[in-house]
């Protein structure tokens, strides 16, 4: 465990989900200044659901695209600034424009179970000569030794890195375990892991990854993020210092930034509530919360049976429209 963890701060990507994609460009600046002055390696700038995200499907961002690599590139001095791109949702061609305007860092994300899609995306990435990273999304929905495969396609394509995502926070740890040692001995290239803190499992997911091998570990202000949020930044460093892991962030800072800056920014408190205990406990995509919450509003239903039937469906991110079908037809059934 003697390798220096790389911080992947995820405040203004997944954090973007959990307050609808509606940060200022002010925000935005604010939070990369302090999240760079705590020292995080990378601040990830999009969408919540990457390049091209902002649409009727998944909400529309309150700042463009390119508005918000400026306003981050601009203004961290240290940090590098990552993307987020899910290929079908962002372009090959918003790859570049964002890499014109000096994002450094991508991110590619599928399916754990399609990594063939992100090939294009990969290639082009590392033409443009950015740090590339393969993200294989829900990773709970398959098993290790499939992940594997799909991280060898990965690492076939030119992934420099390649992340196991708990995009549900489904994962206890030995399922992290399993998935990050595999990765460890079958894979040449270097290693992430995501989490999502829906059952309460976050920062000790994020310990057994690095336990395991993985030296790319995510984190959020606060776990500002979808759905109970990701591993908070500064608890995952507090544990980390105490464990001898080593990092650059500094403690006090992440705390500060966290409890003076990000919380009072919450619309909604990024929590263990029983909402998103259900993603955790059913395995649903964490960014379907707020859709869920809505529709369960709107049709009169209890959102934690729209997650279960979801769950059921197999859902996966990309088919938010399918919360409202879910939700009608549990009205129906329900009113009969
Ligand atoms: C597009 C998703 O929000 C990516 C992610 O953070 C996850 O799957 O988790
Ligand atoms: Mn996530």
Known sequence: MSEKITINDVTLRDGMHAISHQYSKEQIALLTEIIDDAGADIIEVTHG????????????????????????????????????????????????????????????????????????????????????VGFLMMAHRTTPENLLEEAKKMEAYGAQTIYVVDSAGALTMDGVRRRV???????????????????????????????EGATRIDGSLAGMGAGAGNASLEQLIAVMNKLDISHNMDLYKTMDAAENIMKPMMPRPVQIDRLSLT????????????????????????????????????????????IITVAQELALVQNK
């Open 279 to 322: 993603l955790g406990y059913t395995g649903v995509y964490s960014s379907f919360l707020l859709f869920a919450e809505r529709a369960g509003k709107e049709y009169g239903v209890d959102a934690r049976d729209i997650l279960t039937r979801l769950a059921e469906l197999e859902a996966v991110g990309g088919q938010e429209d399918w």
């Open 49 to 132: 659901d990457g390049l091209g995200g902002s649409s009727i499907q998944y909400g529309f961002s309150k700042v463009t695209e390119s508005d918000m690599i400026s306003t981050a590139v601009s203004t961290a001095k240290n940090a590098k600034i990552g993307v987020l791109l899910v290929p079908g949702i962002g372009t090959i061609d918003q790859l570049k424009n964002v890499h014109d305007l000096g994002a450094s860092v991508v991110r590619v994300a599928t399916h754990c179970t399609e990594a063939d899609v992100s090939e294009q995306h990969i290639k082009a990435a590392r033409s443009l000569n950015m740090d590339t």
């Open 181 to 211: 040692s595999l990765f460890k001995e079958n894979l040449g290239v270097s290693i992430g892991f995501h989490a999502h803190n829906n059952l309460s499992l976050g920062v000790a997911n994020s310990i057994v990854a690095i336990e």
